[in-house]
T-cell receptor, first 118, second 116 residues
Framework: GAVVSQHPSRVICKSGTSVKIECRSLDFQATTMFWYRQFPKKSLMLMATSNEGSKATYEQGVEKDKFLINHASLTLSTLTVTSAHPEDSSFYIC??????????????FGPGTRLTVL | AQTVTQSQPEMSVQEAETVTLSCTYDTSESDYYLFWYKQPPSRQMILVIRQEAYKQQNATENRFSVNFQKAAKSFSLKISDSQLGDAAMYFCAYRSFNSGNTPLVFGKGTRLSVIA
């Protein structure tokens, strides 16, 4: 099946710094990517929907100035956590939808990034 | 807005036995997709099975099958001949049929333990 990569897999940073997480679709083009946040033993919470070449659509309660999303190409979306604080520590997962070959409903997930803010 | 409910926070099954995970959803739409995803300890989300609402036939994938009851808005997952590697969190998810921008709506998950 299709592969979605995320980098880094783990990151530890100091409070007040910014962290960038990359999400790449390796063998397909993704016009739409999704960013999720997952707390321990909880479900995935959608943060934003990212469309190639346009602004991301954020879910209610998600600060767009804090969680900057850029989807500059059909294979790359980035999430930047700006001025990170300990409460931003979480597991972040990206997902990309393969729209080629009629598989419009096939959504693949990256392996996730564990962010720890000290 | 659509909602997905998984009423079993935890389930356990003996190896080689069969287990059924429950999922109900609420929607006013007539066309949609339903999914079961597996999240093992690695936390990589893996698609287990998919059902299109317009198909009456229940989807099957090897040891995994669903019981899709559209009128009852129920979508349960049956795992046959359970294996140790089936131990994971299982999430039921809903997606509207229209538009590639529509995100998945997830249930809260069911943690499945497999007992050797």
């Amino acid at each position: 099946g299709a592969v979605v990569s995320q980098h880094p897999s783990r990151v530890i940073c100091k409070s007040g710094t910014s962290v960038k997480i990359e999400c790449r679709s390796l063998d397909f083009q993704a016009t739409t990517m999704f960013w999720y946040r997952q707390f321990p033993k909880k479900s995935l919470m959608l943060m934003a929907t990212s469309n190639e070449g346009s602004k991301a659509t954020y879910e209610q309660g998600v600060e767009k100035d804090k969680f900057l999303i850029n989807h500059a190409s059909l294979t790359l979306s980035t999430l930047t956590v700006t001025s990170a604080h300990p409460e931003d520590s979480s597991f972040y997962i990206c997902s990309a939808r393969d729209v080629a070959g009629g598989a419009v409903d096939t959504q693949y997930f990256g392996p996730g990034t564990r962010l720890t803010v000290l | 807005a659509q909602t997905v409910t998984q009423s079993q926070p935890e389930m356990s099954v003996q190896e080689a036995e069969t287990v059924t995970l429950s999922c109900t959803y609420d929607t006013s739409e007539s066309d949609y997709y339903l999914f079961w995803y597996k999240q093992p300890p690695s936390r990589q989300m893996i698609l287990v099975i998919r059902q299109e609402a317009y198909k009456q036939q229940n989807a099957t994938e090897n040891r995994f099958s669903v019981n899709f009851q559209k009128a009852a808005k129920s979508f349960s997952l049956k795992i046959s001949d359970s294996q140790l590697g089936d131990a994971a969190m299982y999430f039921c998810a809903y997606r509207s049929f229209n538009s590639g921008n529509t995100p998945l709506v997830f249930g809260k998950g069911t943690r499945l333990s497999v007992i050797a």
